[in-house]
Every structure is written in structure tokens, then in C-alpha cells.
């Protein structure tokens, strides 16, 4: 098959079978590559018992997915999935890197885990030539110190199994830190120290597995295409299109932590009960100033939007890590009361080496910041520490007992959702309203009060991925911010920051024909084959798990906080209109394919062939009816 | 020396984005592929952040064309720079214990030593690492004064020199 390597790998933990599955060209042309097929394949396994399953048991799936425009497309990904330990839907979530290009060469499109190790192990594929091996001696182990052992264990073991060969350059990594070991439920799955797949929380997932890490050799070229020359092109246009984004390459998303806050007024400060500062401390310019790196990337990619950072005096000494991104340096940022760039860097560094997700850590941290500025939580709440907005070590501290799941860390190790749930019930007071999530996934950084940024009234509250930002729901449909275009990214497998140009991007289409031989139009693409997708995901959502449902509309809202009005800067006054945002709601479902309670209508399902989705969603329905909401 | 200009790859470490872009350009050259682990420049990795792009130096005293017992490898007269013979080359791997930089490795699938042909002077990784305003790679004037062999150094040891110039001698221990 054009575009495919051609087969992907079974890897049972529980008993260490491994066997080969390969789907029929139909069911790939159907549902491409990473979320969409981790969906298709979610749905296929578990979809009978959907609500019995617990993410974080053996049952559950991990998908490591690579797409057919996974090192072709400039910027590879890889897309992590498996029923989401934070929603208990099911989230695609990708990380950058080279595992994703090794995996290919070595000949496989993608990894299904499932059953958990009985200890810990890590997975060592060197093209078919494929091993568990113990992981005992980095179990524990922070990040940076995981990959040093795997780079070099992997290494060597390449260096004396395959003599004669020369040099070997050293294998790609995935792999968890301690917050994952511990089945945090906001443990990214983690590579080259500062990238992450944080959204979905799979690092607990991957942990509750014991699977550590994977390391993946390919010898092998990228697959064979349909026609390699205008691969070649399109490569080039899409070269010549990311290299004009000079601003964009110059700063990576990373000179928004002043700008988003000071110019658009959706930026999270102090848990977001404000969205606006002017803290120049917090510029583009102050974080040039800890760069030794300007442009660093991954393999293809045009932009290298990101930068490596390093603190090299004073109390945040020996910090390193990329840029910050925009997403970490608001949310372990302003979002923490911090405006010191070194102080941003110390933390995201931290959370990098803790296997934390950025986004859903600093949610939490906010929160349970805001819960001790209010008197909820207190000193002994915290083991001591008072987590005081702006006070780093502080908050260092606390992202370590979350990691550790010790004293308070064991609640908040659950996500803000769950642990808002907990602490209400151990206090006696309500603190859902400061709980800035949707569908149990801490929102992105993107703020919608002001109207300034980029998501819509429907982005949080429709999208099948909760406060997932990088996959956000839009109308109209055909929007180049919709989620049925998100989906593309993240099947196909790569990085749309290389796609802003509408050329670009227009390009995909002629792309995927090229590459694989699929004629795919725009049109097939938003009206049936991501249509598909998101129905399933949506009818997952909704089904839930056992610890917790999302009721059908009443769940589909934003945090209570985005209804008071902004309470300082340009956008002084402005609020989320509450009839406004049922309206838009009500026209996403239409626009769709929902009901009036977001549940996909059967005639639906049916055009699109997804009898059994309608089936199993019918008791939903009737559910609902019943309790008249 | 024929008198025509000939040319060097100059490389900065500390510049190269790890964008690999190099690898691609080199292995669709002369592979029709994207084919990362056959490309004659190879970026390794071995911290993050340390991006080592390698690749022959092209020593002026050639210990690799020397080392081969079959006579598989010669110079290029137009380019200076080492040619492997696919058919005479038997894949012994004399060549990577003689280059002092081990550089040179076995392809992937075939039966031969794989090293840098200058793309017949004017090379692909060097134009697109420019294209992209990196210039982690770079030609230069090959000048009979200079010493290129100086620059036939192992990954790992380039590794360490780069990590104590970007992140400083602590961090050695990161590899």
C-alpha cells in the first residue's frame, strides 16, 4: 500500500505477545492514520463495553500512530491515543520528534499496547528485530535522565549486535517520567526532554501499563509513494511558504506570553480571574536573552519554531528546555503569578523532567493556588507549602508531590476536574466555578472573553476533545480553525504550523494523492471521512466511564468563571454571553450533525454508515428523553 | 591538483536545528528516498539540542582510500572527494577503522561503504541548510594549506565539545 509502511505492531504487556495486524486499504482510506484510526480502532475493541472500561486498566488501548503524511508533510508527528484517562472519551494527541520517522523506517505505521507488564519494561525495536527489555534501572528516573539511559543502552545494543556496520546513530525515544509511573492523570508521553503529548493524559495511561519508554531503530527508507516527484514539490512550496513566516520562525509561539495577555486579554493569570497584564518583565525580547539555540526542530520541518533556553545564574541555575512555547510560559507563567522568563524556564524544565503535561500542571497548580488564596486549602492541606501566587518554589514543590502522588499530590495527580470533585466533597464548598476545564481536559491557553483570540463561543464547549486548543470546534465547519480540519493534522500524522499559508495547505489534498494515490477532496474530507471521526469520538465522550458521564448538553459549557466580566485592561467589562453561547451551541449541533442535546442523529450515523454507533448511542438518547434535560 | 576550485563543507554545530533537511535532500539525491539511515550526512542526536551533523572531512592524506585492500575507493579528481566503487567495494569495513572520525558506514541494505560525494561539488545539504537561513553547513574554498582532517572527529567526542560551548561543562554528564 502506497504511503504505508504496510503493517503495524500488536504488543500484548500482560503476556509479551507481539503479533503484526495490517488493516484492509479500505479502512485506511477511511480513517488514515492517528486519531482517526486510533478512534476506529478504539470503537472496533472496546466500543460494546465503553462505559465499563477504566482508562487506567489493563483493557485499555495505547496507540502510538504515525500517519501516511508523517515525514512527508514538513514536521512529522506522532499521535498518542487510548481512551482518555482525563474525558474517558478519546483524545488524539501528538508529540513531535524522530520516533515517529524511525517507526516508519523500521516498517511499521503504528503501535496498539495493550495489558500492562507485570514489570516495568520498555519496548526496543530495531526493524523487525523487536524486544521487551527491563526497565527497572530508569523506573523512577526524571526524564532527562531516562533518555540518557535509553540513548545510550540503545546504542550500545545496536554497536554489539549489528557489528561491522559502522557508527549508529542512536535510536528515537518515547518515554514517561515519574508523573506517568504514578498513573497521574496529567502525565504527558514525552520526547527529547522538552516536547509532550499532553492532552488526554496518556503518560498515566502508558504508566498504568508499566511500559516506560519505546525505542525505535528503522533502517529502511520512508514507504514507497505514488509519485514521488510531486511529493517533492509540494515539499518545496511548503518550504518556500513556512520560510516567509520570519516572525513566526524567529519566536516560535513563544512571543506570545506577553502579547496574548497585554494585547488580546486571553491569557491565564492567576488561575484566570484576571486575562490581561502588562508585564514587559515578560517580553520576547527578556526571553531572547536566555537562548543558545535560535532555531531547533524536528526532522522535515521548515519553521524550527522552537529554541533551547538554559538559566545559567542565580537560584533558577542549570534550567534547560525549549523556548518556552506559548502554552508553558503562560500557564506556568502569569497563570502561576510568575514573570520572570528564568522562573518560566525553571518551571517548564521541571514539568519537562516530572513527565507532567505543561498545560493541564499548570491548570492545576493554579487551581489549588487559587483554592489556598480563598482560605479552601490550607498550609497543612499542602504538607507546609503555601502555594502563594508568584513564588516559584512553591509551586516546584507541589508539581513534585503531584508527580509523587504524596500527601495533597494524590488528589491533584488526578487532574483539576476530579480533584475540584474531591475537594468539594472533603470541604464542604463548591470549587467546580474555579475549575477551568472542559470535559474533564484543562483548556488551552486561549481565552474567549475578549473575543480577541482565536477560539469561538462553540470551540471548548462542542469540541470532542474538551479544552484541547489544538482542536477546537468552529463554524462554519469549513473553517480553517475546525475541528474536522484538526483531525487531518492529527491523522495524517504532522505539524500544521508548517500550513498556515493558505497555498500550503490547499496543497494537502494533491499531498495525500501523491503520497498514497487516494483521491481525497476537501469536501469528502469535512463531509464524511472527519464527520465519521468526530462522531464516534463524540458518542465516546458521552458514554463515558465508570468513575464519571458527561451529561449530554449540560456538560457542553464553559467554566462559570468566562461569565463575569474581565476584570481589568483594555477589555475591562467583557464577558461570555450566556443566551449567545446556547445559540451558537444549539447551531454547531445543527451545523453537525447533533441533536438538540449534542447526541449524533441517527439518520446521521446511518449516511455515513456508523449503524453501530447509532445502536449503541439509541439507551443515550432515551436516557436523556427520560430525564427530560 | 587540476588548478579548478574545489570545495570544503564547513560545519557549526552549535547552528544546526536538528531540521534534518539535509538528510532528505541527501538521500532523494542519491537514493530517490527519504531514506534518514542511508543519506550520507547523518545527524546524530545523542543529547537533545546537540545536533551533529556528519560527514566525510575529506583528509588530505585519505587513510580510508589508503586502508581499502580491493582499490573500492579513489579521489575525485574534479571534486577531491572520495568515490566508492559499489561493484569492487566488499563491505569489510576498513575504511571506517582507518577514518579517524568514523565516518563512513555500511549502507543499510546494500553491500558497500557509504561516503560524501560532494554531490559533484556543489552539495544538496549545503543548499537546503541555507535556504532555511541555519547555515550549520556551509562550503568553502578547499585550500591546500588547510588542515579538513582536523575535522574527521567522532560523534560522541563532537557531542562533548558542543554541550560544553551551548550548555557548559556540567552538562558533559548528560551523555
Known amino acids: ?629 | 591538483m587540476s588548478g579548478e576550485e574545489h570545495v570544503w563543507i564547513a560545519r557549526d554545530y552549535a547552528k544546526c536545528s536538528g531540521c534534518r533537511r539535509c538528510e532528505i535532500v541527501c538521500s532523494l539525491s542519491h537514493e530517490g528516498k527519504i531514506w534518514p539511515d542511508a543519506s550520507r550526512v547523518r545527524v546524530f542526536m545523542l543529547v537533545p539540542g546537540i545536533e551533529v551533523p556528519h560527514l566525510c572531512a575529506q583528509c588530505h592524506d585519505y587513510p580510508c582510500v589508503d586502508s581499502c585492500p580491493v582499490g573500492a575507493l579513489s579521489v575525485s579528481k574534479e571534486t577531491e572527494a572520495v568515490l566508492v566503487d559499489k561493484e569492487k567495494c566488499t563491505a569489510c569495513g576498513k575504511c571506517i577503522d582507518a577514518c579517524p572520525g568514523k565516518v563512513p558506514f555500511i549502507h543499510p541494505t546494500e553491500n558497500y561503504a557509504v561516503i560524501c560525494d560532494l554531490c559533484g561539488g556543489e552539495p544538496k545539504c549545503v543548499k537546503a541548510c541555507a535556504e532555511g537561513g541555519w547555515y550549520a553547513l556551509q562550503t568553502l574554498k578547499r585550500e591546500e594549506t588547510h588542515t579538513f582532517k582536523l575535522y574527521a572527529k567522532k560523534p560522541e567526542d563532537i557531542t562533548l565539545d558542543v554541550i560544553t560551548q551551548l550548555y557548559g561543562e556540567e552538562w558533559k554528564e548528560m551523555f
Request: charged share 30%.
Open chain 1, 1 to 629: 500500500m502506497l504511503g504505508y509502511a504496510g503493517k503495524f505492531l500488536d504488543v500484548d504487556l500482560s503476556t509479551g505477545n507481539m503479533k503484526e495486524a495490517k488493516f484492509d486499504e479500505q479502512i485506511l482510506r477511511q480513517y488514515m492514520g492517528g486519531r482517526a484510526l486510533a478512534t476506529k480502532i478504539l470503537w472496533d475493541r472496546l466500543g460494546r463495553r465503553w462505559e465499563e472500561i477504566d482508562p487506567l486498566g489493563p483493557e485499555n488501548l495505547l496507540f502510538l500512530l504515525t500517519g501516511p503524511l508523517t515525514g512527508f508533510a514538513p514536521g512529522g508527528r506522532l499521535c498518542v491515543s487510548g481512551k482518555s484517562p482525563q474525558s474517558n472519551g478519546i483524545v488524539g494527541s501528538t508529540v513531535a520528534g524522530e520516533f515517529p520517522i524511525e517507526l516508519r523506517c523500521a516498517g511499521y505505521d503504528g503501535l496498539i499496547f495493550t495489558g500492562k507488564a507485570e514489570k516495568p519494561v520498555y519496548l526496543f525495536i530495531k526493524d523487525s528485530d523487536i524486544e521487551l527489555k527491563n526497565a527497572s534501572q530508569i523506573w523512577g528516573k526524571n526524564a532527562k535522565e531516562t533518555l540518557k539511559v535509553l540513548v545510550r543502552e540503545g546504542r550500545g545494543e545496536l554497536e554489539s549486535r549489528y557489528k561491522g556496520k559502522g557508527l549508529w546513530k542512536e535510536p528515537a525515544a518515547v518515554y514517561i517520567g515519574p508523573a506517568g509511573e504514578n498513573r497521574s492523570r496529567i502525565a504527558a508521553v514525552t520526547a527529547k526532554w522538552a516536547h509532550a503529548a499532553g492532552y488526554g493524559g496518556y503518560g498515566g495511561l502508558m504508566g498504568s501499563k508499566n511500559l516506560k519508554a519505546v525505542l525505535a531503530k528503522g533502517t529502511g527508507p520512508l514507504p514507497d509513494v505514488a509519485d514521488m516527484g510531486k511529493v517533492e514539490k509540494i515539499i518545496d512550496l511548503v518550504l518556500k511558504k513556512s520560510f516567509k513566516s520570519t516572525t513566526f520562525r524567529r519566536w516560535g509561539t513563544g512571543a506570545a506570553g506577553y502579547d496574548v495577555g497585554a494585547r488580546q486579554s486571553s491569557e491565564p493569570v492567576r488561575n484566570w480571574q484576571e486575562e490581561w497584564h502588562d508585564e514587559k518583565s515578560y517580553g520576547a525580547n527578556e526571553f531572547e536573552k536566555f537562548w543558545v539555540k535560535r532555531f531547533w526542530g524536528d526532522f522535515g520541518c521548515p519553521t524550527t519554531c522552537l529554541k533551547i533556553a538554559i538559566v545559567r545564574e542565580g537560584p533558577m541555575k542549570g534550567a534547560i528546555t525549549d523556548n518556552p512555547d506559548y502554552e508553558n510560559q503562560a500557564y506556568l507563567g502569569p497563570n502561576l503569578g510568575l514573570f520572570k522568563p528564568e522562573e518560566n524556564i525553571y518551571m517548564t524544565a521541571l514539568i519537562d523532567d516530572l513527565g507532567l503535561c505543561g498545560i493541564q500542571g499548570g491548570n492545576i497548580l493554579g487551581f489549588a493556588a487559587e483554592l489556598y488564596q480563598r482560605g479552601i486549602l490550607a498550609k497543612k492541606d499542602f504538607d507546609g507549602i503555601e502555594p502563594k501566587w508568584g513564588d516559584v518554589k512553591a509551586f516546584a514543590a507541589l508539581a513534585e508531590l503531584i508527580a509523587e502522588r504524596k500527601g495533597i499530590g494524590e488528589v491533584l495527580a488526578e487532574g483539576t476536574y476530579r480533584a475540584a470533585l474531591e475537594i468539594s466533597k472533603m470541604k464542604g464548598v463548591d470549587v467546580m466555578p474555579y475549575a477551568i476545564v472542559s470535559k474533564g481536559i484543562a483548556i488551552g491557553a486561549h481565552g474567549i472573553r475578549s473575543g480577541e483570540d482565536y477560539p469561538a463561543l462553540e470551540s471548548y464547549v462542542c469540541s470532542v476533545q474538551g479544552g484541547d486548543h489544538t482542536s477546537t470546534a468552529y463554524l462554519p465547519l469549513d473553517h480553517e480553525n475546525s475541528e474536522l480540519r484538526m483531525v487531518l493534522y492529527d491523522s495524517g500524522v504532522f505539524c500544521w504550523f508548517n500550513f498556515f499559508n493558505k497555498e500550503a495547505r490547499d496543497s494537502l489534498w494533491d499531498l495525500i494523492e501523491a503520497v498514497t494515490g487516494w483521491k481525497i477532496s476537501a469536501e469528502e474530507w469535512l463531509n464524511i471521512i472527519a464527520r465519521r471521526v468526530l462522531h464516534i469520538q463524540r458518542a465516546a465522550l458521552l458514554l463515558g466511564g465508570p468513575d464519571l458521564k458527561w451529561t449530554p448538553r449540560r456538560h457542553d459549557d464553559i467554566p462559570e468563571r468566562w461569565y463575569e466580566p474581565l476584570p481589568k485592561g483594555p477589555y475591562k467589562g467583557k464577558a461570555v454571553d450566556r443566551a449567545k453561547l446556547e445559540e451558537v451551541r444549539n447551531e454547531y449541533y445543527e451545523a453537525i450533525g447533533w441533536d438538540e442535546n449534542g447526541i449524533p442523529k441517527s439518520d446521521e450515523l446511518k449516511r455515513l454508515g456508523l449503524d453501530d454507533v447509532d445502536k449503541r448511542i439509541e439507551e443515550l438518547r432515551r436516557q436523556v428523553r427520560r430525564s427530560g434535560t
